[in-house]
């Protein structure tokens, strides 16, 4: 069988069945692909992809605003980090920013970041890495024990439900829920 959507499959990306939608195309064409060649996956590269002492800091500013209670220390902590943290976001307890590359973080003013929510710009696969900016639109929430993907782009005014997964990009004022995260009626 063909895939009807291409003239000779040469460009079809091998893990679409054909259910994958635009948004997701292009989330997944944002992202930066990093060659790790050798016998261990990609994980056993990060000391090269970045400064060991960098991470260490990176993880103590994190394990800090994760459970500190001040929105404001929360906030100052993530922007020392390199997050760029609009005005009045609000952190829940224990919601985690990328260890890795916080720096690739953007959260629009009076954002919600739930409970446990974390925020990924990296996936460490077998033979590669991949990096993506996130981008959380203003007023937009997520919900507790969410976690985004890296290259998501989340509207204004979007909500994620609790737990959800987000692979693909939410458009502004939409609600989605699930694994993987869809969008849902709200009548």
Known sequence: MTDQGSTDGADRDPTDNGERSRSAA???????????????????????????????????????????PSLRLKSWLLRSIGVDVGTGVSWGLESTPDVFWPERITV???????????????????????LGDVEIGERAMIGAGAIVLPGVQIGAGAQVAANSLVTEDVPPGETVAGVPAAPIDRE
């Open 108 to 130: 629009g003013d009076h954002a919600i970041i739930g409970y446990d929510a974390t925020i990924l710009c990296h996936e460490f696969l077998q033979e590669e890495y991949r």
């Open 26 to 68: 292009r989330r997944h064409d944002r992202l930066e692909r990093i060659d790790t060649p050798g016998r261990h996956n990609s994980l056993w590269s990060w000391p090269r992809a970045k400064s060991p002492l960098r991470v260490v800091v990176n993880y103590i500013a994190i394990v800090l605003a994760r459970i500190s």
